[in-house]
């Protein structure tokens, strides 16, 4: 007999029968399309929610931005052992109107911006608080976290969407990101962090042909820099990739300023403070005379470390997925970013990728497995009944 027997039973009695309703749900967030970008369309889905977790009887409050759709918390009443928190975003990489059939269903196989990453996860979430409201649960308040801006590093809410997550999960036993999940039953427990970062390069301008010593191009100090910067990747360690380049006016004019836009992935926190010093010096020692080159940070996302609780958890989760015959769940390290990382940073044990299992995200192709809608809820809703005693 396992924790919490008869709320157990009684949670996995309420959610048979229930995939109908989930793929409706389901159904209607991704006919809702929300890119990033798109302010006003995150927000319709953000209120939406916020009614739905209402009706629950969750205490609901929105994050309001001025150029990132509104982010939704909401909560459960509070109780007696530390809280709870599911994680997932409400945005996605696709422009509105770039699917010509926003939903589709072939077999198990269901197509849709964003029905695998994240809007399946969302589902789940709100499944299991319903199943743990049904059932009685009162153990542990649940938090449910929803961000706005993931796919873009948070850059749309000037890094307020990631504040949100350390607000909200500062004084938590656990969290549960229902990010993309995996067909193979893998729970990401690491994952590299990212950031963005521009390097501004600023030179003399001069005509190319007339007075051509009087100029000093920023455009060839840029290029000196990314040759060098490109030259620190190390494939096992961090890895530096300059993915655009803008500057100058004309072919006949030295250029005065240069842009390079560049993307930075590290396994560790740590790694990250040592490539900004990296930068810093290549920006002081590479510049030609009179050019100079500047860096200055547009997004990041931290690495998500492992925490001391974190094998205890997976624990939790693979005891819970192999008590209802879904087998061992295995511990993985991706190399994508998610929320997951400032959870984590604050030493809140965090498994990701719980969400629907799926494919191809960011693609035309995308889609989800219906078949995994109900066992990933199913899984999550038993680990969070498992959880013990010591983790309060």
């Known amino acids: 007999m396992m924790k919490n ?29 929300t890119p990033s970008s798109d302010r006003e369309a995150v927000s319709r889905l953000a209120g939406h929610l916020d009614t739905y977790c209402d009706a629950m009887g969750m205490t609901c ?13 909401a909560r459960t009443a509070p109780a007696g052992k530390k809280p709870v928190a599911l994680l997932a975003h409400l945005d996605t990489v696709h422009p509105a109107g770039s699917w010509p059939e926003l939903f589709r269903q072939e077999g ?16 789940i979430a709100l499944f299991a608080i ?35 997550f350390t607000e909200e999960c500062r004084d938590c036993a656990a969290a549960f990101n229902c990010e993309s999940g995996s067909p193979a039953n893998e729970i990401v427990i690491r994952r590299r962090g990212g950031a963005v970062l521009r390097i501004h390069v600023t030179g003399i301008a001069a005509h190319a042909g007339r007075n051509p010593e009087k100029g000093a191009s920023a455009i060839r100090t840029a290029a000196r820099l990314v040759e060098r910067i490109e030259q620190l990747t190390d494939l096992s360690g961090n890895l530096f ?5 803008t500057g100058g006016t ?36 590479l510049p030609l005379p009179g050019t100079t080159a500047t860096f200055s940070l547009l997004g990041r996302y931290p690495a998500m470390e492992e925490t001391p609780g974190t094998a205890k958890l997976l624990s939790v989760y693979d005891n819970a997925s ?54 990933q809820c199913r899984k999550l809703v038993t680990a969070i009944l498992s959880l013990p005693d010591d983790e309060a």
């Open 108 to 123: 198990d196989r269901l197509y849709g911006p964003g029905v695998y990453d994240c809007k399946g996860g969302i589902v």
């Open 250 to 285: 004309g072919a006949n004019v030295i250029a005065d300023s240069c842009d390079i836009s560049l993307g930075l992935r590290y396994h560790s926190n740590a790694d990250y403070e040592k490539a900004l010093r990296e930068l810093q010096r290549l920006c002081e020692e």
């Open 322 to 375: 192999r008590m209802l015959g879904f087998g061992p769940a295995t511990a993985l390290a991706a190399g994508g970013c998610s929320d997951s990382a400032f959870v984590t940073q604050m030493g809140v044990p965090t498994l990701c990728s719980l969400g629907i299992a799926g494919a191809n995200a960011h693609t035309k192709e995308e889609y989800a497995l219906l078949s995994s809608l109900l066992p």
């Open 241 to 245: 990739n300059c993915g655009k380049i």
């Open 61 to 73: 409050r929105k994050e309001h931005y001025a150029h990132a759709g509104d982010a939704l918390a």
């Open 5 to 33: 027997d008869a709320l157990w039973q009684k949670a996995m009695e309420y959610l048979d029968g229930r995939q109908t309703e989930m793929l409706q749900l389901l159904k209607n967030l991704v006919e809702m399309e």
């Open 130 to 164: 319903k199943a743990l409201l049904v059932c009685g649960y009162r153990e542990r308040q649940i938090r449910l976290v929803l961000a706005s801006d993931e796919e873009t590093a948070h850059m749309l809410s000037e890094g307020l969407g990631g504040r949100l």
